[in-house]
């Protein structure tokens, strides 16, 4: 922590005039000069602190002093290891303050005489509370006071750094009074959409976030705890009460506690594609609300859970209940309301909480868009108000519940679920904002979470945002104007980089690993296909781009597998440093591996596609050279990424994400025999030419129009295929005695199938498979799934969208529609209108039909919604499709004022 800084906080909190803060200046006179020179390496940064130029010698051997309990007498431990181990300092226990040069001291009741004259006054008693600490270190003698073990326990963390930052054997003469702004600061580690961590991670994970000052760990569980019960929900490998119960007591030494965690509303898909569950579900995410069956299995489930820990509080979650009312539910949510069910709900869920002394915390997307809502919901609640976008302001995703005198807490995130490597820009601004808003709103603390949305994320990425998360909490940035908060944060954020630097990674010889690991900020801002998220990993080599995408695709990837393969290197050379974290920055050094990986694999797709346009374009020799290249590094990738899995994880899921490498290294292994499957130009309305071939002409292609799968024995394609009605295709190439993969799609046959769209608008390049195969994909037969990213749907950003279709004569046309998704936590939203056009010459259009949006744009839920004309008699040649955007996201959306996106699939003419 820089002293200048310091002294000017410590004056910023004492009501003190300009005269006086001018008077205060000139007393410290040469000290104040001598402050600006040096840096204080603290985490999280000290509310109060006050230094001169003198300094307590440590190369003597230490006296300490303890007023002795369990918790203190472990304190003390840590502290004498830390001046073993760092200073190679002997240290001794003396059984009284006066013969001690080290006093750590817990006032805890009424004050030992022997003690008194060594405590601070009592305003600093009172302004320390219980979570706090006063830290004295004079020339011969350290104090450590604070009212509680556990203020003690903080207390000697910051010792401790102190310590391992010392130079020459030397602590600087300081006074530290310092207490958290936040009484809970913890974080959320998902165990249930992926990676399940040992417990001796875990330990390792307390002991480390521990030193931070963080108190509390929440585990988010879906269906990962064990409940012989329920035998058959949870996988073998997940935790057990046991191992919860190991954790409590682990933790306790630490002063943290783990708080609770089961999901008992949406996010139940685990759960429920067990058949025995069918009879609690609403849809394949939601439990039932209208069944007495759910609550019979709650009372057990839920009750269970809560039982499994000690901690009062337990976190129920209840977020994105997408589609509630859309299965079994439909009867009583089209009755009462979804927002009279989901409180229903609710209040069930607490009452079964409140039998086993429980209060109930939850997320508070639903409620905080929904007013009526909260005003049904238990007033003893704790809300969790969460989001994960960089806003300058965070006052609309709490004031709802502060207003309605809801206790809660804020919840930021590490921003690292389905990245390569977690977003550090746009974290530490998401946590330092939610928490400053948090703080100034009276929130009750801080979770900050760690998703695994795709199942590949390393908890071992997370750690600078975790971290930083516990700096925020204990003293969170004060700008509330964004110019002056930016500089607050930057500010903020270069002290505790050098902080990261020397406590974290122990690195003590003037080099940077937080200097490497910003780089990945420069690989973000590299405008390819999918940037930095994993599907950009996985995306299939036969994914071809738009054609007029690719010299931009060309250059950015260039530039990708240059600037990343040189970060793997950097980082490569710098973990040895490390010191024990070198795990955390080989997890680094394989991020900037599979980037690099991605962005060889986007430039070998440029070849393939130059070959499928002409065999000669390319040597069948670079293509085999480059695929060779290519199997070898994701073999090493797939080895390298067990290795970091197995550091920190149960074997549960692992194979779900080695299977992405195997599918991987099948397509490389295709090549020669991959069919594409692809549809051509419209022969006439309701009849399309369908293109089959491989990257080579030497290869046969067997295909069935049925569903059947194909053999040395179907239909020889001689270059002509065409449908009429509904099919799917599979194919299948032979090439000697090579079998390849079988290729398969099912077409959906209507009037503008294989009319070539003209479009105003431009395709959005956050994901290759956005472009659904370029501007064919809206009239190519295939639909999209619920998967917005399954390569069928075409996402447009913050435009409108026209679509012109040339049916080539003129059509009977009866109606004209396509489907539209929304996703709000993805940011997706249906259009505002769909306004429908015919004409016979292309230039004179008459707009026949315009399909408003039925749905309530705050609709939480999966929305597939068919946006159509309705019945129509007209009859021409071209059809025009106009797509009113919602504009940018309205204020009430955690992404407020960024554009939102639509996707739409097929327009289909009937």
Known sequence: MNKQKAVNATIRTSPSSRLSIITMLLFFGFSFLRMQAQDFTLIPKPQEIITSEAEFSLNNNQRLWVNSSKHNDFALQQLKDELSEEMGVASELVISPKKANIILYSIEKNPESEIKKHLPDSEKLQKIGEQGYWLKIDKNQIRLIANTEKGLFYGVQTLRQLIKTAENGNLPVLEITDWPALEYRGWMDDISRGPIPTVAFV????????????????????????????????????????????????????????????????????????????????????????????????????????????????????????????GKAKALVDSLGMEAVYAMHINKLDEILKKHGKRTMMWGDIAVNHQEIIDQLPKDLIILSWGYDPRDSFDKTILPFKESGFDFMVAPGVRSWSEIYPNLDVAVKNIANYVRDGKEYGAMGMINTAWDDDGETLFNANWHGIIWGAEMAWNPIESQEEAEAKKERESRLSTFNKGMDL?????????????????????????????????????????????????????????????????????????????????????????????????????????????????????????????????????????????????????????????????????LLDLETYVFINAGEAIKPGEMEMNLSTLYPDTEIRYTTNGGEPTRDSKLYKGSLSVTENAQIKARAFQNTKKGEISAKYFNVHKALGAKPEIKGRVSTANPAYSAGGTGGLTDGLKGSEDFGDGRWQGYAGQDIEVVLDLKTKTEINEISADFYQRLISWIMLPESVEFYVSEDAKNFKKVAVAENPIDPQNPGLIIENFSSGELKEKARYIKVVVKSMGPLPEWHTGAGRSSFIFLDEIVVE
């Open 203 to 326: 330990k390792d994970a307390i002991r480390k976030l521990s030193q931070y000052k963080l108190n509390f760990l929440n585990l988010y569980t879906e269906h990962t705890l064990r409940n012989e019960k329920f035998a058959d929900i949870a996988p073998l490998d997940s935790f057990t009460p046991e191992e919860i119960n190991e954790l409590e007591e682990f933790a306790a030494q630490y002063h943290l506690v783990l708080i609770g965690n089961q999901q008992a509303f949406g996010h139940m898909e685990e759960i429920l594609k067990i058949p025995f569950y069918d009879d609690i579900a609403d849809n394949k995410w939601n439990l039932n609300p209208g069944s007495p069956a759910t609550y019979g299995f709650l009372e057990g489930y839920l009750g269970d859970a809560a039982d499994a820990y000690d901690h009062p509080f337990f976190n129920i979650g209840a977020d994105e209940t997408d589609g509630l009312g859309s």
């Open 503 to 667: 406590l974290f990674f122990d690195m003590k010889n003037g080099e940077s690993i937080m200097q490497s690991l910003n780089k990945f900020r420069e690989l973000r801002d590299i405008p390819v296909f999918g940037s930095m998220s994993n599907a950009s990993v996985w995306s299939s080599i036969f994914d071809f781009y738009p054609k007029e995408e690719a010299q931009k695709v060309e250059q950015a990837n260039k530039t990708m597998l240059k600037q990343a393969s040189a970060l793997a290197k950097e980082l490569e050379a710098k973990a040895d440093k490390a010191g024990a974290e070198k795990i955390t920055m080989q997890v680094a050094e394989n991020a900037a591996k599979r980037a690099a990986f991605a962005a060889k694999k986007n430039l070998f797709i440029l070849k393939l596609q130059k070959v499928h346009e002409n065999p000669e374009a390319v040597s069948e020799e670079e293509i085999k050279q480059t695929r060779d290249e290519l199997f070898k590094e994701l073999h090493q990738l797939k080895i390298d990424y067990i290795h970091l899995w197995k550091a920190e994880n149960r074997e549960y899921w692992l194979t779900e994400n080695l299977n992405k490498y195997d599918k991987a290294a099948r397509e």
